[in-house]
């Protein structure tokens, strides 16, 4: 095994490889010590350090509700798509009805139909439905997007369980909701913290959707990074994105962390 | 393991979960009343007009929503118009900084009109939008007094500005672009070019300035003639989609020489302390309007403010703050910006928009423009 | 999973016998019904709007479709969606393999470090990785910045406002989307064929070629239609990296709904590119079973 690794094309391939996870991961990464420059404009290598951007990040009303907001849609979207999501899965997987397969595909073209269509045709709706601009409208418009990964995650860790101890369950004379609180839904937690993480993060980056939703009064952290990229280019943005990686990178990690408790892997 | 068969299902079941929500008017969300809704106004008492503009109708307990372009812009603009007049006269105001025509739109369409007074473009606010606009109430509005051309039925001028051409004195080494032909001619002045990225905002028309016509002559636009004056520079264009935008791309140098508006040029000369100059030469003099939407509840205490803010006593206030010029012929701006003015800088070869004739053609400039631009 | 055949099996077994519908199925509806409010009805109100909404009366339903065929611009930017999406598929094709038969011969530990290499750009923000390809491709950008300092060049090379950038940052962000759905096929092509094909005297480059490659075609095909119908409705980078030239048709529909209130153009063009996604899912579904392109998304 060890000599095949000297085989030229071998080599070839381990060369690729790294060229790819230095192209995949290199370019974004720049922005990080980009943030903590000293000076008043992006360089690199940067020049000095200094958190000042940061503190102006945090002391910029404009910066700083716009984290808060996001958080709060995050937060809140992670919560309704992870309820919505799991009962998709548990009604998906375990149910029996015509077009299943189907309904399985529309759940999850979210993530397929282009994402501004998506957008236009929620402005166009939400703002009938006097939703637009509200954070009540951009948690629904965010949940119908996040909920397939919920989904995905929750049926994954749903297959795994093993119907037997279901079945032992209700042979010992638990009722069906019972049952399913003392036996499924632990199995298949860890599915779904999971997805309600994917949910969080889901939330927590969405741009496009968010810049129909949203007016000035009320804008999460990555429409207003959107707002500012297009306009001027001062090191804020660099640390403002890199509080943007910082915590999808952290939640990231942890839904990994946490679905690896999978009982049945 | 479940398979999810082919598309066709996917089909299948979208259009009959469509059919079964009957277009979805039954699935209404479940979410209160929109928070946004303002407390009945007691209208004002109608003051003649000479009352409006020293001793506004007192109107405590309105709340009047402002939208503007925010920024620099905005903030000449309560500090000139919004203060004073909420201590004048009671009213508070509620402020937007992201004025849109689409939202003015939206807004009407969806009968939920939460801004009263909107600061527009050139674009906006003529026949073209008699259905989503209020007539401006000329009994509270001196328009003999405004700049002829500059009052309108759903709109009055209330900040006169210029689009010029702005340049980088160290990408032109000292030269001074004289107009137009100049800005189009790479070889004298090399350097990247900035236009803003709108077909209504100007670039057609110094197209055509720059291949020789006259300024009374632009209208009906020459289009074929303009993109074909365009191609000339295309590959050195860079496109700015935003006011700081441009003052950032024209004052890093770049672009050697900008289309920019002229508050934007003196921001990037005066602010950011960048070697900016302006050639007023040749240069389009417009104006931002304000228009009050179609069915605001506080329509009458908008146009006392419109009213007011037009009065020659008040209408130059902003200028103290950012060089933009007044619209009533009558009204003195602040001496230290009088210079930097786009009034001030008017001779022969000054332009104007045809604005009815370039939102009556909007489809067809726009069509022009991408079709020059993506091809 | 696959210890649960068994059980699986026999559940299978159950549901032909037993009812069409069962009480699990009840669960489904609250979901349903919100993604039907949600996200279904602004579909269709926006398709509908494609044959309401007019800039001028017109007595003839689908003027706009007859407008958007009629102007040269915007078949030119409905051509270089495709152009863009086709050039951004090849890229992650000729970046993706590789790297994912790379992660299926190394060792566990390091298929895992190179998994996380794919996850954290998959799931970290696409505005952010833009923005950071500006930072990098502008004319004051890092790589422009070394070129003139170290004198290499006189005058910034055009990165940024090139196809070459859109490509660049479409390719990165798209690349997760081709090597997740290769590799979890490539993981369940049992070692031993291969080898069997070496024993038999194949060189190890017919063997691959033979044997491998084909059996990992379904996982290229599943990720080539994902990168391809994602690329088609990209909006954000070509916004910010791209030309005039580079436009794409999601850029198209913001700017005629957010500029210039032209809704019924807008959702013309969003009925079409909601068309032409859904036409090229349809065609490949013919070819592979679509769960291989969306179920590798499970393995993320």
Redesign the interface.
């Known amino acids: 095994m060890t000599d095949s690794w000297r085989q030229p094309?071998r080599l070839l391939?381990?060369a690729?490889?790294a060229l790819?996870?230095f192209?995949?991961?290199a370019?974004?990464l720049?922005?990080v010590p980009?943030s903590f420059t000293a000076s008043n404009?992006?360089?690199?290598p940067p020049e000095g350090f200094s958190t000042r951007w940061y503190e102006k990040m945090v002391t910029d009303p404009q910066w700083s509700t716009g984290f808060v907001n996001s958080a709060k849609v995050a937060f809140l979207t992670a919560v309704l798509a992870t309820a919505?999501?799991t009962?998709?899965a548990?009604?998906?997987?375990?149910?029996?009805?015509?077009?299943?397969?189907?309904?399985?595909?529309?759940?999850?073209?979210?993530?397929?139909?282009?994402?501004?269509?998506?957008?236009?045709?929620?402005?166009?709706?939400?703002?009938?439905?006097?939703?637009?601009g509200?954070i009540?409208?951009l948690v629904?418009?965010h949940?119908?997007l996040a909920?397939p990964f919920v989904v995905?995650?929750v049926?994954?860790s749903l297959?795994?369980v093993?119907?037997?101890l279901e079945l032992a369950a209700q042979s010992l004379g638990a009722g069906?909701v019972r049952t399913f609180r003392r036996i499924t839904l632990p199995l298949i937690l860890p599915g779904v913290m999971a997805g309600g993480l994917?949910a969080f993060?889901t939330s927590?980056?969405e741009?496009?959707v968010s810049i129909f939703l949203t007016?000035?009064?009320f804008r999460t952290l990555?429409v207003e990074?959107?707002e500012q990229?297009?306009?001027?280019?001062d090191p804020t943005?660099?640390a403002v994105?890199t509080t943007?990686?910082a915590v999808?990178?952290t939640i990231?990690l942890l839904a990994?962390v946490v679905r690896r408790q999978a009982p049945?892997r | 393991m479940t398979s999810w068969r082919r598309l066709s299902p996917l089909i299948a079941a979208g259009v009959s979960l469509v059919a079964a929500c009957g277009g979805g008017a039954s699935l209404s969300p479940t979410v209160g009343p929109p928070e946004s809704t303002a407390p009945e106004s007691a209208a004002p008492t109608m003051a003649p007009m000479a009352d409006i503009c020293t001793n506004p109708p007192k109107a405590a307990g309105t709340t009047l929503t402002f939208a503007s372009y925010g920024g620099a812009y905005q903030e000449a603009q309560r500090k000139g118009w919004l203060e004073p007049y909420a201590a004048l006269t009671g009213v508070t105001f509620q402020e937007s900084e992201d004025s849109s025509n689409a939202t003015i739109k939206a807004q009407v369409e969806a009968g939920q009109v939460t801004w009263d007074i909107v600061d527009v473009g050139n674009d906006f606010g003529l026949d073209a939008q008699a259905d989503i606009l209020e007539p401006i109430d000329y009994t509270m509005v001196p328009k003999d007094e405004i700049l002829d051309g500059f009052a309108g039925t759903y709109r009055v001028a209330d900040i006169t500005y210029g689009v010029v051409l702005g340049y980088n004195t160290e990408k032109t080494a000292g030269q001074v672009p004289e107009g137009w032909a100049d800005f189009f001619d790479t070889t004298k002045f090399p350097g990247k070019r900035g236009f803003w990225d709108y077909s209504a905002g100007g670039i057609f028309e110094f197209a055509l300035l720059a291949d020789g016509v006259a300024p009374k002559d632009l209208y009906p636009l020459d289009l074929p003639r303009a993109t074909t004056k365009l191609d000339t520079i295309k590959n050195d264009i860079v496109f700015w989609g935003s006011g700081a935008e441009s003052q950032d791309l024209l004052g890093k140098g770049e672009v050697a020489m900008a289309m920019i508006w002229n508050g934007r040029a003196y921001s990037a000369k005066n602010i950011d302390k960048k070697p900016v100059a302006i050639q007023w030469n040749q240069q389009i003099v417009t104006a931002d309007y304000f228009v009050v939407p179609k069915g605001t509840p506080n329509k009458d205490a908008a146009m006392a403010f419109i009213g007011w803010a037009s009065c020659k006593e008040n209408n130059a206030a902003p200028s103290k703050y950012i060089p933009y010029g007044p619209t009533n012929k009558l009204a003195t701006a602040d001496p230290s910006k009088v210079a930097e003015l786009s009034v001030s800088n008017i001779n022969d070869t000054t332009a104007y928009f045809d604005d009815t004739w370039v939102v009556e053609n909007a489809q067809l400039l726009e069509d022009a423009y991408q079709e020059w631009k993506t091809r | 999973m696959r210890q649960l055949r068994p059980v699986n099996a026999r559940s299978g077994r159950r549901s032909r016998e037993g009812p069409i519908v069962n009480r699990w199925a009840l669960l489904a509806i609250l979901p349903i019904a919100f993604l039907g409010a949600f996200f279904l009805v602004p579909l269709v109100v926006v398709s509908l709007r494609s044959v309401t909404d007019f800039a001028k009366p017109t007595g003839d339903a689908f003027a706009n479709y007859g407008r958007f065929f009629a102007s040269a611009a915007n078949l030119r930017v409905l051509g270089n969606t495709f152009w863009v999406a086709t050039l951004s598929t090849v890229v992650c094709l000729a970046l993706g393999y590789p790297y994912a038969y790379l992660m299926n011969i190394v060792r566990p530990r390091v298929a895992g470090l190179l998994l996380i290499a794919v996850l954290l750009p998959f799931w970290s923000s696409l505005l952010v990785r833009t923005y950071a390809w500006q930072v990098i491709l502008r004319d004051t950008g890092i790589i422009n910045t070394f070129l003139l300092d170290s004198k290499v060049v006189d005058e910034p090379i055009p990165l940024i406002r090139t196809t070459l950038g859109v490509m660049l940052g479409m390719s990165q962000i798209l690349l997760p989307f081709m090597v997740l759905p290769i590799y979890a096929v490539m993981r369940r092509i049992d070692p031993e064929y291969t080898k069997a094909a070496a024993n038999l005297g194949a060189p190890p480059f017919a063997a691959f070629r033979r044997v491998f490659l084909p059996l990992s075609l379904p996982g290229v095909l599943a990720g080539t239609l994902l990168v391809f119908v994602l690329a088609l409705g990209f909006y954000i980078t070509p916004a910010l990296l791209g030309s005039p030239k580079d436009t794409m048709i999601s850029q198209f529909i913001a700017s005629a709904v957010q500029q210039r209130l032209d809704w019924g153009i807008g959702s013309t063009m969003a009925v079409i590119l909601m068309g032409l996604t859904f036409a090229v899912l349809v065609i490949a579904s013919r070819f592979i079973r679509l769960r291989d392109a969306f179920g590798s998304l499970e393995e993320s």
Do not use: C, E, Y
């Open positions: 094309h391939l381990v690729l490889g790819t996870v192209f995949l991961l370019p974004t720049v922005v980009m404009s992006l360089t690199f919505l999501g009962l998709a548990l009604g998906t997987v375990r149910g029996r009805f015509p077009g299943r397969n189907g309904l399985q595909l529309l759940i999850l073209s979210p993530l397929i139909v282009p994402v501004i269509i998506i957008a236009i045709g929620m402005f166009s709706v939400f703002v009938r439905w006097k939703l637009a509200s009540a409208g629904l418009a949940t119908a909920m995905v995650n049926a994954t297959r795994t093993d119907r037997n069906p994917f993060i927590w980056d741009v496009v007016s000035a009064r990555p990074m959107w990229v297009r306009q001027v280019v943005v660099a994105a943007l990686l999808t990178t990231l990994l049945a």
